[in-house]
């Protein structure tokens, strides 16, 4: 069987919570590729912020 091939453009938070629930399927057949060009998945830009009046949760 031909695998669906997901292709996620930005590894941000939006981008990782949806990789990470799609993996929860557990389907076999699909094949997830996540285009991030930071170190760290799941960051962005709101919790890769340096300054501490930005976190605000
Ligand atoms: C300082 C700050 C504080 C915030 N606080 C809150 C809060 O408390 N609550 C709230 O709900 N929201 C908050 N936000 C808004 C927050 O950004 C969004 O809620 C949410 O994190 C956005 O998720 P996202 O996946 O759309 O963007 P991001 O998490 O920013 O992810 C986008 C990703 O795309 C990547 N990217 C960009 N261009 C490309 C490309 N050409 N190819 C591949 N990858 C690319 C980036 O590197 C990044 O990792 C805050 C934002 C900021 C800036």
């Not at 990789?19 to 285009?35: C, E, F, S, Y």
Request: proline share 4%; hydrophobic share 40%.
């Amino acid at each position: 069987m031909i695998k669906r091939q997901i292709v996620i453009v930005g590894g941000g938070f939006s981008g990782t919570a949806l990789a990470i629930q799609l993996l929860r399927q557990n389907d076999d057949q699909v094949a997830i590729t996540l285009i991030e060009p930071r170190d760290d998945l799941g960051e962005g830009v709101a919790y890769s912020t340096q300054d501490p009046a930005h976190r605000i949760n």
